[in-house]
Structures are given as structure tokens and as C-alpha cells.
């Protein structure tokens, strides 16, 4: 189901995928997984199976029902490169987002090296707004997935763990960049 989302810098919250599992020290505090676990063994719950992977197929055309443009936050409550989503369900999801040419899509990943690795395989459309994580400032805490950024036509960098409106204002610095 899509949600309108208090995130400053997207409007709208579009998850074909929820779950996740944990992939680097930013992974600690994650929102999306208390969440989630808030609801674990609920019958009929989104999140009666908590965090666990799962797929959605049933939310892939949702943006497609949207009449008025979004900026939409893709996989808000997981990460469309997690390593359990097998490559031809990301490739769905980028069909959608190129066919719905009137949203914005916001796709954040902590996972850099997959995201190099499907890239040049992916239908990228102006629409689509890649993210990958920094995470620390300086070593041994920082993992720098940046030069990600140089495969397929990804354009954005949020750094964390930091509040939204910084990550915010870091998008939007390096969006007017690219
Ligand atoms: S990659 Fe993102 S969604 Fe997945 S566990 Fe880490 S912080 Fe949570």
C-alpha cells in the first residue's frame, strides 16, 4: 500500500518489497525494522512476519494509479538491492517507475556493490533518483558507496546515521550537481 510519509523530502512511500536484513554498522538504529517488529505474529498484519523479506507483487502498479505527481520513496521499509530480491523483480519495479514518467522516485540503497553490479542491466528513465548511504566519518567507521554513483544514472547521496533534514539538504545540494 502506498502511504503519504512525513519525510521532508518525499511525498509519497511505495514498498513492492518489505523486510530487510542488517548490512553495516548504519544498519543499527534501523526505523524501518522496529517498526516492522512492532507488529510481528499479529494475524492478518503488513507485518505479521516482521522484518523477514518479503515481496509484494500485488504493489508493483501502484504508482501507475496515481494521477497527481509524487516524489515517492521506493522501499521505504526495506532495500530494493537486498541480495533476496532476485533481479528480474528490480527490473520489474524499474518498468513501473519508467512508465509512471509523471512521479519522481526517490530508490536509496545501502547496498553499493549490487547496485554497480544490475546497473548497466537496468532501465534507468530521468524519473528515477538513485541514493546510495555514506555512513561514518572517518575510518575505520566510514563506508563510502559513492563511487556507486558512477554506474548506471545514479544521482544522489544521503550520509548516515543523521536526521532527515540533513539527509535532505545533502540530496538536494548534490541533485542541483548532476
Ligand atoms: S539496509 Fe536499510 S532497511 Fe535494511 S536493515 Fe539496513 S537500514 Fe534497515
Known amino acids: 500500500m502506498g502511504q503519504p ?39 492478518g498484519h503488513h507485518y505479521e512476519q516482521g522484518f523477514d523479506l518479503r515481496l509484494w507483487p500485488e504493489r508493483l502498479e ?13 522501499n521505504s521499509m526495506s532495500d530494493l538491492f537486498h541480495e533476496e530480491i532476485e533481479e528480474d523483480y528490480i527490473a520489474q519495479v524499474f518498468d513501473v517507475m519508467g512508465r509512471a514518467h509523471w512521479h519522481t522516485f ?24 538513485m541514493g546510495v548511504t555514506i555512513e561514518g566519518i572517518k ?7 559513492a563511487p556507486s554513483l558512477g554506474h548506471g544514472r545514479a544521482r544522489g547521496v544521503a550520509v548516515g546515521p543523521l536526521s532527515e533534514p540533513v539527509v535532505c539538504v545533502l540530496l538536494s545540494a548534490i541533485l542541483k550537481r548532476t
Open 62 to 74: 501502484q504508482p501507475l494509479h496515481w494521477r497527481r505527481p509524487r516524489r515517492v520513496f521506493v
Open 106 to 129: 526517490q530508490v536509496l540503497t545501502k547496498r553499493h556493490e549490487r547496485l554497480a553490479e544490475l546497473a548497466p542491466r537496468l532501465d534507468w528513465h530521468p524519473n528515477v533518483w
Open 5 to 43: 510519509t512525513n519525510i521532508e523530502w518525499s511525498e509519497m512511500t511505495w514498498n513492492p518489497a518489505t523486510g530487510c536484513s542488517k548490512v553495516s554498522p548504519g544498519c543499527a538504529h534501523c526505523y524501518a525494522e522496529t517498526f516492522a517488529e512492532r507488529w510481528r505474529g499479529v494475524p
Open 139 to 145: 575510518p575505520p567507521d566510514l563506508v563510502d558507496r
